[in-house]
Structure formats: C-alpha cells, structure tokens
C-alpha cells in the first residue's frame, strides 16, 4: 500500500477550475454572489490546508461582473500558499486566490495544475 504524503509546510502555486453554478444551486438570488465568493473560499481552505484565505480583488470583480443573481458558472483560480511574514500571525501559512487566465478553448479538460512561480 503506497501511503500518501501531505506536505503542508510547502509553499505552492496550483490553478483550479471552480464549479460554482453547482456551489451555489438553490440559492436565494440575492445571495448567490456571496455564496459564491464564501465557497471559493471554503475550497481553498480545502485545497491549501490553510485557515487564512484572502481573496484578490480581481477575482471578486469577476463574480460580481454580471451582477447578485447571475455568477459565472465556472471560474478558473490560481491558488498560492505563502509564508505569513506577520510576528503575531496565528497560522503559519495563508493562501491568496487570483483569477487565472483562460485558455481559448475553454474549460473542457482542464484539471488541477502545478505552477512553477518565479516571484515567491
């Protein structure tokens, strides 16, 4: 039986594609775009291991662009796990969730990617 290691003392960079249309299914209209920036964050608390979630204000613009009712279906983030630099920080590590970039084709077939960041 091959265990698995999680390493959670490791800074790393992924890109994820978030369903939100099935997230926030059933919703009250007029809370679904913050259902929806809430599940993006319970996601990267999955995904990161981390309590410290901080969205960036792109990514925020981005589900609120057409409005309280009508969020995108699905959204593709880029999720960083960094070292806290704060002295009196209660967690080791925060993740910050960023929009990433889309290809031409468009969702299908894309999955969970590890990217190689050069600016941590």
Same mark, same amino acid.
Do not use: C, L, Q
């Given at each position: 039986m091959v265990e698995k290691k999680v390493r959670k003392d490791e800074i790393v960079t992924r890109e994820y594609t978030i369903n939100l249309h099935k997230r926030v299914h059933g919703c009250t209209f007029k809370k679904k775009a913050p259902k929806a920036i809430k599940e993006i964050r319970k996601f990267a608390e999955k995904m990161m291991k981390t309590k410290d !979630? *901080? !969205?960036d204000v792109k990514l925020n613009k981005q589900v609120w662009s057409r409005g309280v009712r009508n969020v995108p279906r699905r959204v593709r983030v880029r999720i960083a796990r *960094? *070292?806290?630099?704060d002295e009196d920080a209660t967690e080791e590590f925060y993740s910050i969730v960023t929009v990433a970039d889309l290809p031409a084709e468009g969702f299908k077939g894309l999955g969970p990617k590890v990217v190689e960041d050069e600016e941590a």
């Open positions: !979630v *901080r !969205v *960094r *070292r806290n630099e």
